[in-house]
């Protein structure tokens, strides 16, 4: 069982994630940010991923820091978990619409970070979030988990869609990544021979 637990404090937000590659889609957030939990909750249970993640930040002031330490820690919660990424897939990809929205997201495991966001989110707020803070959230976690990440929103009119497209083609795209491919056992998929750094 891929399972672990990181905890990050700092003077602006304490954070503890557990987090099983190998789970059925549970999880229990409290970050006190309810729309970004909705979105988490797509990743765990497309991703077939057990989150848990209790966070309490500067929410008096907004929801930047809790929203980015969340994806930092998230993302070196996922680096420890998937360890040294022998006999995985590496790759996974993902298109996934919700009415007339539609996102894709493919993903590599490459040990590198990098992140290429590509969404034109058609209002600022959904609710009470502010849609400029997923992009803090994925640059913490593609950061700290170490791979690249590109999400392209292709199409959509409601951005409440637009962003569980994203969220659910990530869950999808990460757990194709992640998943053991028989034909590759005990092999690291790489000519280098690592994919640490």
Avoid: W
């Avoid at 502010?130 to 640059?139: I, M, P």
């Amino acid at each position: 069982m891929r399972q672990v637990t990181v905890t990050r404090n700092t003077l602006e937000t304490q954070i503890t994630i557990t987090l099983n590659l190998d789970g059925t889609g549970v999880s229990k957030f409290d970050t006190g940010v309810p729309f970004f939990e909705h979105m988490l909750d797509q990743v765990a249970r497309h991703g077939l991923f057990d989150i848990e993640i209790k966070a309490v930040g500067d929410l008096h002031i907004d929801a930047h820091h809790t929203v980015e330490d969340v994806g930092i820690t998230l993302g070196q919660a996922f680096a420890k978990a998937v360890g040294d990424k022998k006999g995985i897939v590496r790759y996974g990809h993902s298109y996934v619409p919700l009415d007339e929205a539609l996102s894709r997201v493919v993903v590599d495991l490459s040990g590198r970070p990098c992140l290429e966001y590509d969404c034109e989110y058609t209002r600022a707020m959904i609710g009470g979030f502010d849609v400029d803070l997923f992009g803090e959230f994925f640059r913490g976690f593609v950061n700290h988990a170490a791979i690249s990440l590109h999400i392209d929103n292709l199409k959509g009119k409601n951005a409440h869609h637009q962003a569980e497209t994203i969220f659910k083609a990530l869950g999808r795209a990460l757990r194709m990544a992640v998943e053991f491919d028989p034909r590759m056992a005990g092999i690291t998929p790489s000519t280098k021979g690592t994919l640490v750094g």
